[in-house]
């Protein structure tokens, strides 16, 4: 089942064409979408959690559907504030409100990830290295609990996730048909999120220019940069 084309067709026929605006929610918990708007993530990827909060805030009964997705890219604080969202509205959606946190490189063995699914919200994190294995493992663990009531979100960098998902296309286009792309701040985002933390003047050209030089360069993921940097200033 196409879950992508699935929202889509349900949405239209529950909400129709209107604007996705706080005012139009008659729903509880209000929650504030358009905070959506300052993560750090592409306009598409942006209007598709809308509409997955958007549905899940407003659900009563009807059509179920599993909101299993794939977060492309490494930047923690945007994976935390939509867990944080989604958290807000489910608590009649998932299982529980439980969130539990999986990286792959610290299990034992892949087989122990069953034990999460007990969790409203499971992040799984650390596809690289995996062997052949434990990919294949994983795959049907994934693919087997694909229709519990609780939301599955795999994120890792955008190279390691595709290396990942290659090894199934059922994977992508039919168990985790929700795609949600990070983008990386630009300059200006960077230099007001740093001035934000700091509480004295900065020299803006000085700061810029170290940005232009530095950030580019590095492997380092957006929040530790940040912070890197406004602990050095």
Do not use: A
Not at 36 to 51: A, P, Q
Not at 59 to 88: A, H, P, Q, R, W
Request: proline share 1%.
């Amino acid at each position: 089942m196409d879950n992508r084309r699935l929202l889509d067709d349900v949405y239209k026929d529950f909400f129709g064409d209107k604007v996705l605006t706080n005012i139009d929610q008659k729903e509880e918990p209000k929650v504030d979408i358009n905070q959506i708007d300052n993560m750090l993530l592409e306009d598409d990827s942006k209007e598709l959690l809308k509409k997955i909060i958007t549905y899940i805030n407003s659900y009563k009964d009807g059509v179920y559907i599993n909101f299993n997705m794939l977060l492309y890219g490494n930047n923690k604080e945007t994976l935390d504030n939509i867990v944080d969202l989604i958290k807000s509205v489910s608590s009649k959606y998932l299982v529980n409100n439980n969130v539990s946190y999986v990286f792959l490189n610290e299990l034992d063995d892949i087989i122990k990830l069953r034990d999460y699914y007990k969790s409203g919200i499971v992040v799984i994190s650390n596809f690289l290295g995996l062997n052949n294995s434990d990919i294949n493992k994983l795959i049907h663990i994934l693919k087997d609990n694909s229709k519990n009531k609780n939301i599955v979100i795999l994120n890792d960098r955008d190279d390691v996730l595709k290396d990942f998902i290659k090894n199934d296309n059922e994977l992508e286009n039919s168990y985790f048909s929700y795609h949600l792309n990070e983008v990386l701040p630009d300059t200006e985002y960077i230099i007001n999120d740093i001035k934000n933390r700091l509480n004295k003047e900065i020299d803006n050209k000085k700061l810029e220019d170290y940005i232009n030089n530095s950030y580019n360069k590095t492997s380092l993921d957006y929040p530790t940069f940040r912070d890197n940097l406004v602990s050095y200033i």
